[in-house]
Nanobody, 123 residues
Framework: LQLVESGGGLVQPGGSLRLSCAASGFDWDYAVGWFRRYPGKEREGVACISSGGDIADYVDSVKGRFTISRDNAKNTVYLQMNSLKPEDTADYYC??????????????????WGLGTQVTVSS
């Protein structure tokens, strides 16, 4: 089972990026979460989505700016990030685990993790 993130990079404040998380090897329904990690700190949750893509949740700091979605035909989950702020600068990780429902933001609830992609918001 593998998760591979892509789409990170350098963007100016107010700009947008779309992160992708390509999943492979899953043979049943799986929920996905996006996390981020600031230097020297533990990962924190950003958003999560149910296996069918019909239910999504966001932490307060990104509500109204980030959108999580998935294309199960492509085995890919996206994180559209708009109105980016310098405080969004972090390494972003996707995580997955078998199940239908969004698993929230407890790191231990996810068994599978990608290696991350770096997002830098700076002028």
């Amino acid at each position: 089972l593998q998760l591979v993130e892509s789409g990170g990079g350098l963007v100016q404040p107010g700009g947008s990026l779309r992160l992708s998380c390509a999943a492979s090897g899953f043979d049943w329904d799986y929920a996905v979460g996006w996390f981020r990690r600031y230097p020297g700190k533990e990962r924190e949750g950003v958003a999560c989505i149910s296996s069918g893509g019909d239910i999504a949740d966001y932490v307060d700091s990104v509500k109204g700016r980030f959108t999580i979605s998935r294309d199960n035909a492509k085995n890919t989950v996206y994180l559209q990030m708009n109105s980016l702020k310098p405080e969004d600068t972090a390494d972003y990780y996707c995580a997955a685990d078998y199940g239908i429902h969004c698993k929230g933001y407890v790191i231990g609830e996810y068994d599978y993790w990608g290696l991350g992609t770096q997002v830098t918001v700076s002028s």
